[in-house]
């Protein structure tokens, strides 16, 4: 076994993750400018609010309105190879996204969506976060599948699933 290497979880895997992780980012401006979503001028301007606000790329050419969400998840799903999932038209199994806590849900942006025989398919804001998939795995002992989602639909779907739009739903109906 190569020094400093023990395994999946390993040191050199955490390097390598962290490093396939900033290249992922940078290359996101990158892929959109090679497909004609945006400008150098567009990517320089976002850059530069990105250095400020320390936000994610993807979050920063949507609110400047140079990208939808639609096209950041796509451009992401080819990127990193892992598949978007829009949660607005997917049937969430409620009894599976409950295996978490809704208070671990939200802390990483995530949702467990679907069971199947090789685990379990978790929407996530960033797909890329090694500690919510092991808080997931930890938690539900299930292999984690990130698909990812915007972050507005998983955290309506996470409002969804526990509780909160028909709590507040009630208590607007009971003051009619």
Do not use: W
């Not at 390598?16 to 290249?23: A, D, K, P, Q, W």
């Amino acid at each position: 076994m190569p020094h400093g290497y023990s395994g999946a979880t390993g040191f050199m895997s955490a390097l390598l993750f962290l490093e396939v992780y900033f290249m992922a980012k940078k290359k996101l401006g990158e892929l959109l400018l090679e497909v004609g979503l945006i400008t150098e001028e567009q990517l320089k301007h976002a850059i530069e609010v990105q250095n400020k606000t320390g936000e994610k790329l993807g979050k920063v050419l949507i609110k400047l309105g140079y990208v939808t969400e639609s096209q950041i998840l796509e451009a992401l799903e080819f990127q990193l190879g892992i598949p978007h999932v829009d949660l607005q038209k997917y049937y969430i199994d409620p009894d599976v996204a409950k295996l978490i806590p809704e208070a671990v849900a939200k802390r990483h942006t995530i949702i467990p969506i679907k069971k199947d025989e090789d685990g379990i398919l978790v929407a996530m804001a960033d797909p890329l976060n090694i500690f919510a998939l092991d808080d997931v795995r930890i938690i539900t002992k299930q292999n984690v599948k990130p698909l990812i989602a915007s972050e507005g639909s998983i955290l309506k779907a996470i409002d969804r699933i526990y509780g909160r739009e028909q709590a507040e739903k009630a208590v607007q109906d009971f003051k009619k």
